[in-house]
């Protein structure tokens, strides 16, 4: 079984930056696709960004400019920088990785952003 570690979560003023990475607790394969969500309390997870195997990426019309989604696939980790954020970027961010038809779900940072 493979487990999903997120980390880099925390309170930020808007405007300001961070950096999320969320690494896989095992190296033997490379998942074909690998992705941030995000949901807000009362809302919805929604997806923020994905990247492929091969490094095409998208993202959501909330974040594209201001987001961006890289990987790692020797180390199987994906990282989200976030810049510009405001205060409705507010939520706990998850990371997902697909390989074929399993799908894997980390278990959550929160991100805080005041105004």
């Known amino acids: 079984q493979v487990q999903l570690v997120e980390s880099g979560g925390g309170l930020v003023q808007a405007g300001g930056s961070l950096t999320l990475s969320c690494a896989a607790s095992?190296?033997?394969?490379?998942?074909?696709?690998m992705d941030w969500y995000r949901q807000a309390p009362g809302k919805q997870r929604e997806m923020v960004a994905t990247?492929?195997?091969?490094?095409?990426?998208k993202y959501a019309d909330s974040v594209n400019g201001r987001f961006t989604i890289t990987r790692d696939n020797a180390k199987n980790t994906v990282y989200l920088q976030m810049n510009s954020l405001k205060p409705e970027d507010t939520a706990v961010y998850y990371c997902?990785?697909?390989?074929?038809?399993?799908?894997?779900w980390g278990q959550g940072t929160q991100v805080t952003v005041s105004s």
């Open positions: 997902r990785g697909t390989y074929y038809l399993n799908t894997y």
């Open positions: 095992r190296n033997s394969f490379t998942f074909n696709a």
């Open positions: 990247i492929f195997s091969g490094g095409s990426t």
